[in-house]
């Protein structure tokens, strides 16, 4: 292909011609817009039952844990079976636990909380199988050519989905209380369906007939660890925000640091997001391509800056404004990692490869908010950001150092990456 074919076909409006495309980027914001809602009044809910906050960090380990535990089992059902039907077959759940949520919530008071968990657990299971699925049937959907303009609209579409989705929850709990919440969560998990439902059908991928599942998961982790581009762009995902996220200290530094209350509490929080959704959206125009690695490392190394600067700053408005900035190059290094694991793995791999990420990405949000947590208690809240941040460029430095094919990485070469 030329490059003024490629240049052509491989434009911004190009992939939002294809009428499937189209159909995945509305389920992306309609099920991410019932999640986070779901997810705001879930928590709202629980705390006005138990009125303990330690049952809010439950609530988080209810969910995570079997979606993490089922990961890598999820990636090798997607690899074995009909992507599009696993997704349906999830996305059913999540309407199903919807509209269980509302039957429930007239009788909260009487039924305890028991139940909020028991459905949070079924949600965490159906997470187990549809996130190594969904990005694995998004690249069956899409051209090869289009790809790194699917990849960055498809972040840009989940980043504003997720910035609106609390926003729309709090919004409806107010308006027509968590019952009405639950119930419009269920419209919007009908209406995902419904697009992903008018996706045809896709080739099930090639997979080695009476294969035990242990050994197609062994299969799936060797091919990960064994591609510097794939382990290299994950381990810096996992330690950036393991080591250099600050959102879980974020409430002391609005009270006790900023001193800026819950207004500013609520600026500080948005601002990350606001970068993230600015680069995605600039990324939908030029995506990465040329000198991906140098990209990817260069913006976790400012991610770590920013991280470095914000910890020391006392001044309202440059933490906000490094906030947003560290907003930018984490969207930066999220637009690359996804169209590397869509473009550096083949499609009889693609759910493996893509468990792997979600066990890596669930893992430094889980576990980075317990070691933000830890290590403000023993170092102090502002001194463990900055040092967190001084980590971070240090992981960067080692992963340059010991991943020269992730610092040489290179998008552009479609033929060259070609797989199948």
Known sequence: MSDAALSSSTSSRAVLRLPEFRAMLLATVCSTLAGRAVALTVAY??????????TLGI???VEAIPALSLALLGGVVADRNDRRRILLLTTSVEVICALLFFLYAPHASTLGYAPILALIFLLGIARGFSDPALPAFEAQVVPR??????????????????????ALGGVLYAAVSARGTYLVAAVLYGLA???????????????TPGEPVWQSVKEGLAFVMQRQVLVGSMALDLFSVLFGGAVALLPVFASD???VGPQGLGVLVAAPSVGALAVMLAATHRPPGRGAGRTLLLAVAGFGICMVVFGLSRNFFLSVAVLVAAGVFDGI???VRRATLRLKAPDHMRGRVS?????????????????????????????????????TLLVVGVTAYLAPELRAMDLTDIAKDRSG
């Open 59 to 61: 609530l988080g380990l």
């Open 257 to 259: 640091i900023l001193r």
């Open 45 to 54: 809910q629980l705390y006005q039952l138990t009125k303990n906050p330690l």
């Open 333 to 335: 290094s999220m637009v």
């Open 193 to 207: 369906l419904a697009c992903l439902a008018y996706v045809r059908p896709k080739p099930r991928p090639a997979f």
């Open 355 to 391: 468990a792997v990420s979600s066990m890596f990405i669930g893992a430094s949000n889980e576990l980075g908010a317990f070691e933000s947590g830890l290590a403000a208690s023993w170092l102090g809240t502002a001194r463990s950001v900055w040092l967190g941040g001084l980590v």
């Open 145 to 166: 050519e289009l790809l790194l303009r699917a990849s960055a609209w498809q972040s840009s579409a989940w980043q504003a989905a997720a910035i609106l989705g609390p």
